[in-house]
C-alpha cells in the first residue's frame, strides 16, 4: 500500500501541488514542502484519534461516506481546471474535515507550519483544506480495495503514514505528542520546525522529500 509521500511523488500528487501553488498564488516547491509536512502530520491527528472505539467508529463511518470514496483522486485535475467542481469545493469539505480532526488546536497548526515553510497563514491554511479532502480520498479507497472495517482503521492509516512496525508508530507518537500529555499541537512547532525536544522532528525527516 502507497504511503502518503509515495502519493506526493505521483502524478496524482503533482496534480495537487500545482493546483494548490495556483489556487494560492505560491510556488510549487514552497507549496510541496507545506503539502509534505502537513499530510503526515494530520494523518498521526487522525490516528490518534482513532486509537479509541468512538473516534475509529466515527473515521470509519466517515471513510464510508460516497463523498470519501476515493472519486476526488480522479477528478483532482478537473478541480483545478476546467471540470466539475472547484477548489472550493475542496475548501469547503478540508475546513469541516480539519475543523473535526483538529478542533481548536488548527490555527497552531497552521501557525507552526507557516514558520516551517516561511508562508503566510492565510496560503498555508488554504494549502492544508485543499489536501485534507484528499487524504479522506486515499484512505477511503483504500479502504474499500482492502475491504477495511473499523478495527482496521489504526493499520490503515499506519499503512498510509508510511509505518511498517510499532517502531515508527512509537516515533510518530513522540513527534505528534513530546510531552506525553495527551495534546499533539504543543509539540507541533517544536517537531515541525526541527526544535530541541526531537531534534530534526518532522522538518528533518520530510524536508527533503523535495530537496528543501
Do not use: C, W, Y
Request: charged fraction near 15%; avoid cysteine; proline fraction near 3%.
Amino acid at each position: 500500500m502507497a504511503s502518503i509521500l509515495d502519493l506526493l511523488q505521483s502524478d496524482i500528487g503533482q496534480t495537487l501541488i500545482n493546483g494548490a501553488a495556483q489556487k494560492t498564488g505560491q510556488p510549487a516547491d514552497k507549496t510541496a514542502n507545506v503539502l509534505s509536512q502537513a499530510m503526515p502530520l494530520i494523518l498521526g491527528a487522525m490516528q490518534r484519534n482513532a486509537s479509541t472505539p468512538e473516534g475509529a467508529s466515527s473515521l470509519n463511518n466517515a471513510l464510508s461516506d460516497q463523498r470519501h470514496s476515493g472519486g476526488v483522486l480522479d477528478m483532482l485535475g478537473g478541480l483545478f481546471g476546467d471540470g466539475a467542481g472547484s477548489p472550493d469545493d475542496l475548501l469547503n469539505d478540508g475546513a469541516g474535515i480539519l475543523g473535526h480532526v483538529l478542533g481548536t488546536k488548527q490555527p497552531q497548526v497552521e501557525s507552526a507550519l507557516s514558520k516551517s515553510s516561511g508562508m503566510d497563514m492565510d496560503s498555508v491554511s488554504q494549502i492544508i483544506k485543499i489536501a485534507a479532502p484528499i487524504l479522506m480520498g486515499v484512505l477511503g479507497k483504500q479502504k474499500q480495495t482492502s475491504n477495511v472495517d473499523q478495527n482496521g482503521i489504526g493499520d490503515l492509516l499506519g499503512s498510509v503514514l508510511g509505518q511498517s512496525g510499532t517502531h515508527d508508530q512509537s516515533f510518530i507518537e513522540q513527534i505528534l505528542d513530546a510531552d506525553g500529555d495527551g495534546s499533539i499541537i504543543d509539540d507541533v512547532a517544536g517537531m515541525v520546525l526541527g526544535g530541541d525536544k526531537k531534534k530534526g522532528g518532522l522538518g528533518g525527516l520530510l524536508g527533503g522529500l523535495f530537496g528543501k
